[in-house]
């Protein structure tokens, strides 16, 4: 293998461990387990669940985390 083999072969692998906004791993974890979830979950359970949630006790409280999230982003689109 020649030097610029084995710098293009070193440089390739440490991009690889690149972390970050574009995080690999948090990439290849996030689509694992929606493959997952895909062919073993249960996609009405879960509606319901978040229905319940809602329409129940904690919607006041899913209602106020929605309205800060709204609030912070027009405040850093306003930047």
Known sequence: MSNTEASTETNT????????????????????????????????????????????EEGKQLQQAEDEAKRRGQQISQK
Do not use: C, F, I, M
Not at 28 to 38: M, N, V
């Open 13 to 56: 692998k440490a991009n690889q461990q690149v972390e970050g906004e574009g995080s690999y791993s948090a990439t290849h974890r996030y689509q694992k387990d929606l493959k997952q979830y895909q062919e073993q979950g249960d996609p009405e359970r879960a509606a319901q669940r978040a229905k319940q949630a809602v329409e129940g």
